[in-house]
């Protein structure tokens, strides 16, 4: 029996979810979308993808509906979750991917709308939503959860290797850095508000993430024991993160590496490759460990050691998201 999904939010992460989807060719059926976007843009924009190609399937429009790979899907426009018609398609559960409908009651609203449960894709606004990242703390999750966040895309790169990193040797401190691809949340052109603002696709512009705090609600354990810092670099997509870190026992780089390629999986991948950012776009793995960057410092007050972990931040995210949304619905 087919696990029917609504998308609601069709950008970036709700298209390449239904590319996902139909990659895995799992249970998972997309049955609806919604968004504000008109129709004939919504099919143009899922056919032709600058930063991860063309769409692989068919896509025709019909009256309130998307035709892709010769399925019928829902399409409606509008604003208020609690009007969607969840209910009568015998939705199971929505990938909220607005950003705006990001905490409990908001995301609610799928609910009362008829929806039986909500993957926010964003890190939740609130203290009550289990936040997830597939491959580290997926087990918190039980049946009678409805409303969980699939975390931010530097979080689902950073949790794993941190997760490894306290569980072999105890992480005493922290502190990582993304080099991350710009988004669309950035200016073309210099814009006012200070650097932010500034050109993205010309400029390295530091920022701030809440990534590196938001580990803490995946791995308590960690919670207060790691910052972060960001640096939107002039890349489409493609991130990687830098994480240095003291911890409890001494290691050596190797010991890092073994522990890590121990650790990996589909959503964690290790790679002792020269690799650069434009290899991992597509790539559907959360986070993607570096061995060749690993370094181990001795000094008088002890170690400091550092990591590197790639990530497609929005592929990469993407296919964790559906991990995630794949093991709710299995409980």
């Known amino acids: 029996m087919s696990v029917k999904v ?15 989807i139909l990659e895995v060719d799992s249970d998972l059926e997309v049955v609806a979308i919604n968004d504000l976007t008109d129709n004939d843009d919504l099919a ?3 056919k032709y993808d600058t930063a991860q190609g063309r769409f692989p ?15 019928e899907i829902k399409a409606y426009d509008e604003k208020d979750p609690e009007k969607l018609p969840w209910g009568d398609l015998g939705v199971d559960v ?3 991917a607005t950003g705006v409908f990001n905490n ?8 009362q709308a008829g929806a039986k449960k909500v993957v926010i894709t964003a890190p939740a606004k609130d203290t009550d939503t289990k936040t997830v990242v597939y491959g580290v703390n997926q087990d918190i999750l039980d049946a009678d959860d409805k409303v969980i966040s699939a975390a931010s895309c530097t979080t689902n790169c950073l949790a794993p290797v941190v997760k490894v990193l306290n569980d072999e040797y105890g ?25 932010k603002s500034r050109a993205g696709a010309s400029n390295a512009i530091p920022a701030s993430t809440g990534a590196a705090k938001a580990v803490g609600k995946v791995i308590p354990e960690v919670d207060g024991k790691i910052d972060g810092t960001a640096v939107r670099i002039p890349t489409i997509t493609g991130s990687m993160t830098e994480v240095y870190v003291t911890l409890d026992k001494e290691v050596t780089a190797d010991e890092v590496n073994a522990a890590m390629k121990a650790a990996s999986s ?19 793995a959360g986070s993607i460990f570096d061995a060749t960057q690993t370094k181990v410092i001795d000094g008088a007050n002890g170690q400091l050691v550092k990591v590197v972990a790639w990530y497609d931040n929005e592929y990469g995210f993407t296919g964790n998201l559906i991990r995630t949304l794949e093991h709710l619905v299995s409980l």
């Open 6 to 20: 609504a998308i609601n939010g069709f950008g970036r992460i709700g298209r390449l979810s239904l590319r996902r």
């Open 44 to 46: 143009y924009l899922l």
């Open 57 to 71: 399937y068919s896509v025709e429009v019909k009256e309130g509906a998307l035709v892709v790979d010769g399925k």
């Open 94 to 96: 929505v990938l909220e």
């Open 104 to 111: 409990q009651e908001k995301a609610g609203k799928h609910l």
């Open 171 to 195: 992480l005493n401190s922290g502190l990582m850095s993304t080099i991350h691809a710009y988004t669309a949340t950035q200016s073309l052109q210099d814009a006012p508000g200070g650097r």
């Open 266 to 284: 589909d959503a964690f991948e290790y790679n002792e490759d020269e690799i650069v950012s434009s290899d991992i776009i597509g790539d559907p």
